[in-house]
């Protein structure tokens, strides 16, 4: 039985998705496409080669989990006529697991 506590979390999350979201589309690694909004944040992720650092461009995109079950790397959001390729495992960064979080590469949108 959902707490209240759980209540007024999806209660807020749904504002703020509704606020900040964006309209956007899921593709699945096997082409199945649903319709969701996301929440995109930019984030740079250092990766060394050598003794040199490089800063990688990465997005990191919410979705709330009520509205896809279960992303997976490889998957693809699109939204503003970009395409957010899923890179890494998503995972659930909230304690009641309202929300995925995917690090993303920003591509431009080919279709």
């Not at 699945?28 to 996301?38: F, G, K, M, N, Q």
């Not at 992720?45 to 790397?73: F, Q, W």
């Not at 890494?88 to 929300?99: I, K």
């Amino acid at each position: 039985m959902p707490s209240p506590f759980d209540a007024s979390a999806a209660r807020t999350l749904q504002s703020v998705f509704a606020r900040f979201g964006t309209p956007a589309s899921y593709v699945s690694p096997d082409l199945v496409t649903t319709d969701c909004r996301i929440v995109v944040n930019s984030a740079d992720e250092v990766v060394a080669l050598g003794n040199v650092p490089i800063v990688a461009g990465r997005m990191i995109v919410e979705v709330r989990a009520s509205e896809i079950a279960a992303p997976s790397k490889g998957g693809a959001f699109i939204a503003d006529n970009r395409e957010f390729k899923i890179v890494g495992a998503p995972r659930h960064e909230d304690p009641s697991g309202l929300v995925w979080t995917c690090m993303c590469d920003p591509q431009p949108c080919l279709s």
